[in-house]
């Protein structure tokens, strides 16, 4: 019952926060653009009959939805830190944790708060966005539901991350930390894209190990093979090669083991790393 008082309080202490209200500005923003943009692409296409119509469609909802993903990562990255470091240096901590209240459940209880208001953006702004496309387009993905839960998970493995950070660091370094991390990352990805293109080996294993020292990557293309026609590989394959908002294939169940097991060791780390932090 403690974890879900602290989850609760966590929620409200986010919907409090500065951060919310920024980050509604600019995603009511990026969806405004984006149903302008979509707009443009029926309008010179004239509906999606054909195969550059549907790669024009996809590519830019592949790019909207990774703007979706940096706006809840900058959120949840800055909510995290200041979550458990600002408690900390506050002294808020210490009164609470006077009372028989565990570490555990504190951290437990604030990473759960974290979970549901980041899973939350993530699904409302991205539900938002495809309806968006299919009004102006006509565009429906094929797994739209696999699609915002991978992106919903990519926002669960960075600020479980930055709380992991927050234990260790003031809440503006873990912000900044947290955010540096997942656009490199991406970077890392898209380098290892064109290693892939290039037939280079060496170079297309720079986006491999990055995907693996932190999934946020992995799951993001794992989200936009979920958010383009199939059809798409079958006509334009050599288009996927490299590109930094297609993909060509889904994840495998083994990444989504490994993202589910790296996520359960680094909040373990947070723990004990939260145990031994004098207050």
Same mark, same amino acid.
């Given at each position: 019952m403690t974890v879900l008082t602290i989850a609760a309080l966590t929620l409200q202490e986010a919907a409090r926060r500065k951060v919310l209200r920024s980050l509604a500005v600019l995603t009511v923003l990026l969806l405004s653009l984006s149903g302008w $943009?979509?707009? /443009?692409?029926?309008?010179?296409f004239g509906g999606l009959t054909s195969g550059e119509a549907l790669i024009a469609a996809a590519t830019v909802l592949n790019l909207v939805m990774f703007g979706l993903s940096l706006i809840? %990562?900058? $959120?949840?990255? !800055?909510?995290?830190? #200041?979550? &458990?470091?600002?408690?900390?240096?506050?002294?808020?901590?210490? %009164?609470? &944790?006077? /009372? #028989?209240? /565990?570490?555990?459940? @504190?951290?437990?209880?604030?990473? &759960?708060?974290?979970?549901t208001f980041g899973g939350g953006f993530v699904v409302l702004a991205g539900l938002a966005q495809l309806v968006i496309v299919r009004a102006t387009t006509g565009y429906w993905p094929p797994r739209p539901v696999s699609g915002l839960a991978l992106l919903a998970f990519q926002t669960v493995v960075l600020l479980t991350l930055g709380l992991l950070l927050s234990t260790a660091i003031s809440p503006m370094a873990s912000g900044i930390v947290a955010v540096g991390l997942f656009g490199s990352t991406w970077v890392a990805g898209v380098v290892g894209g064109v290693g892939v293109a290039l037939d280079n080996e060496s170079v297309a294993q720079v986006g491999t190990v990055s995907r693996m020292l932190l999934p946020t990557d992995g799951l993001w293309r794992g989200a936009m093979n979920a958010f383009q026609d199939p059809s798409l590989l079958l006509?334009?394959?050599? %288009? !996927?090669?490299?590109? #930094? !908002? &297609?993909?060509?294939? #889904?994840?495998?169940? @083994?990444?989504?083991?490994?993202?589910?097991?790296?996520?359960a060791l680094v909040l373990g780390l947070a723990g004990l790393s939260f145990q031994r932090r004098d207050l």
């Open positions: $943009g979509f707009s /443009r692409i029926d309008a010179e809840a %990562a900058l $959120g949840t990255a !800055f909510l995290a830190g #200041p979550t &458990l470091a600002g408690d900390i240096e506050s002294g808020t901590a210490l %009164a609470m &944790l006077a /009372r #028989p209240v /565990r570490r555990s459940s @504190v951290l437990l209880g604030k990473w &759960l708060g974290l979970v006509q334009f394959n050599e %288009a !996927f090669k490299g590109h #930094p !908002f &297609l993909s060509a294939t #889904p994840l495998s169940g @083994v990444y989504i083991g490994w993202s589910v097991l790296w996520t």
